[in-house]
């Protein structure tokens, strides 16, 4: 058998001692690393602009770990009467718009007028392939290492209304943290532009020349929920149809009741790619800001947002507290079966699985 071959190194008296101190040492790295930190510590670091607690305290606010998620509560509490103090701009439109684009370009351009940006995502289809619309952060390249940005991808595997409820959470987080601008991109599907809607405040529908409504999977309720469309990729060949979609689209939005926020939504024209419009589409989100306001919408939006939240929340409760408890689902389960074999109704089963959940 070949000697082990032992460095001089640990011939020398004294030396030798010091093995074990790096073992000690690496244990105690070891358990620091395994360590969570108090959620005093997390709220002081937040508050103190610190991106790498910032991101950790996020990651516990996805976690389905209970004792995560009561330390990720305490943070929240902690952290939100430092929060609201920034605007929120939703961003939507069918894949491949050039939303991640944009953002790019309208993030820079915040960041030179030393605005901070924050960049979240809700995307359904993460939950289904793992993946992420901002997992090609690579469409970010600038803003990703921009020191004034944040940006942080869809969390994976969960449903859409547990997405929406983690990224009301993190908005939370990132205000805290200092940023002064939230930017949520989000995917046509689903429910999802109606969530993100739900908790901004303003609303931007990307969009690109020449297709039809029903070839860019907009639904009409989403554009009556913009505040601006904008219609990207107008560069090279694609000026003139754009500046013709802006014609057809701006008399199209008058046929649409007037909204509560007494604003007139907007078409512009931009180019995601080239930058240009960028600037007169942000002019745009700050004199949007400073009439709601004057007029008080901005508040009032907000307290009926904050209601809605709490409201879901509410609701998230009760849905778990039936299905995550296992003499409702034996009970429901038996249901089912009567309900095969048409021995009962799905209304007189649900109102006694109810009236026996509550007791
Ligand atoms: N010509 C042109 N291409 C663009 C523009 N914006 C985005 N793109 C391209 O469109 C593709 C999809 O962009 P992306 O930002 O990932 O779209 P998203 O799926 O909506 O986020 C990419 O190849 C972009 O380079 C634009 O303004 N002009
Ligand atoms: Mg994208």
């Known amino acids: 058998m070949a000697k082990k071959k032992v460095s001089t190194l640990f011939k020398i008296e004294g030396v030798s001692k010091q093995e074990t101190t790096s073992k000690i040492a690496a244990k105690k790295i070891q358990l620091n690393r395994n360590k969570i930190p108090t959620a005093k510590k997390f709220t002081s670091e937040i508050l103190a602009g610190n991106i790498s607690f910032l991101s950790r305290a996020i990651t516990l606010i996805e976690s389905s770990n209970k004792k995560h998620q009561e330390k990720a509560n305490i943070i929240l509490n902690e952290c939100l009467p430092h929060a609201n103090k920034s605007i929120r701009i939703g961003i939507t439109g ?3 718009v050039g939303k991640s ?5 309208l993030g820079m351009q915040l960041t030179k007028k030393k605005k901070k940006v924050a960049v979240l995502a809700i995307d359904p289809s993460s939950s289904i392939n793992k993946g992420s619309i901002l997992g090609d952060k690579t469409r970010m390249e600038e803003l990703v ?11 994976a595997g969960t449903s859409l209304g547990g997405v929406a409820q983690k990224t009301r959470e993190t908005i939370i987080l990132c205000e805290a943290a200092g940023f002064d601008t939230i930017i949520i991109e989000t995917v046509g599907v689903g429910q999802s532009e109606t969530m993100v809607h739900s908790m901004v405040d303003f609303f931007l529908l990307l969009k690109i020349a020449g297709a039809g409504d029903e070839l860019q999977g907009i639904k009409r309720g989403i554009i009556e929920m913009a505040d601006a469309i904008i219609i990207n990729k107008s560069d090279g060949d694609n000026i003139r149809n754009a500046s013709i979609a802006k014609v057809d689209f701006t008399r199209a939005l008058h046929l649409y009741p007037q909204k509560n926020s007494g604003w007139k939504p907007k078409v512009l024209t931009a180019s995601a790619l080239e930058g240009t419009g960028v600037n007169e589409v942000m002019e745009m989100i700050e004199s949007y800001i400073s009439l709601v306001k004057r007029n008080n919408f901005f508040v009032s939006n907000r307290n009926h947002q904050n209601i809605s939240w709490l409201k879901a929340i509410i609701e998230k409760n009760l849905y778990d507290s039936f299905y995550k408890n296992n003499k409702n689902l034996i009970a429901l389960k038996k249901e089912i079966e009567l309900l095969e074999n048409n021995e009962t109704t799905p209304f007189s089963s649900a109102k006694k699985l109810l009236k026996n959940y509550n007791g």
Do not use: D, L
Request: hydrophobic share 35%; glycine share 6%.
């Open 94 to 96: 069918v894949p491949g």
């Open 145 to 155: 290492t921009n020191k004034r940005a944040f940006i942080r991808p869809s969390p």
């Open 101 to 105: 684009t944009f953002i790019e370009a």
